[in-house]
């Protein structure tokens, strides 16, 4: 019995753990793509570009399950709303709806024997879905003056080099970790 409440307690503190960093990635990798942003002429178009605090996300939800990925997924925005004001409070809901949606969806797919890229486009693909319904919701059940369809389209397109930046980088991060953590066992 002690034994396995020391698994757990391990388990449970080693999940802690990447949602502590995946948090503070979330929160942090979007601000040097703003400062480089800046720096360029560019804005805050590169941070919207590149998607970059998907990357996190995905990750923690692929290495420590559905709840780490969907508390990972729904803290990240929300911080980085009270440190830094973005993404900005319009925005704010869909951005937690499809982060929490991306680590929810990729934590489901954790123990899968599935590829890591199908995991990976799987959980894009829900993330995806759970933000144009909340951007449907917003528009027609409560009144926003936005245009849901060219909305919705927009993200897509305008974050298609992050996406294409996730397909490189999250299988290659998770082969790292597979094998390091095969080396450590």
């Known amino acids: 019995m002690t034994n396995y409440l020391t698994i757990n307690r391990k388990i449970i503190t080693t999940k802690a753990l990447y949602i502590a960093i995946s948090v503070i990635a979330a929160v942090s990798l979007p601000q040097i793509f703003h400062l480089v942003g800046a ?104 009144g926003s003056k936005a245009n849901a369809v060219p909305m919705i389209w927009n993200s897509i397109v305008t974050g298609l080099p992050g996406i294409l930046l996730q397909w490189s980088l999250i299988p290659l991060f998770m082969f790292w970790f597979y094998n390091r953590k095969k080396k450590h066992e």
Request: charged share 5%.
């Open 39 to 142: 720096a360029s002429g560019m804005g805050t178009e590169l941070g919207a570009a590149f998607l970059p605090m998907h990357l996190p996300v995905f990750l923690v939800g692929l290495m420590a399950g559905p709840v780490a990925g969907l508390i990972a997924g729904m803290l990240s925005p929300l911080l980085s709303f009270a440190l830094s004001g973005m993404p900005s409070a319009v925005m704010l809901p869909n951005m937690i709806a499809e982060l929490a949606g991306y680590g929810l969806f990729a934590g489901l797919l954790y123990n899968s024997k599935m590829p890591v890229f199908g995991k990976l486009l799987l959980a894009q693909i829900a993330g995806r879905i759970l933000k144009a319904v909340v951007i449907l919701l917003s528009v027609y059940a409560f």
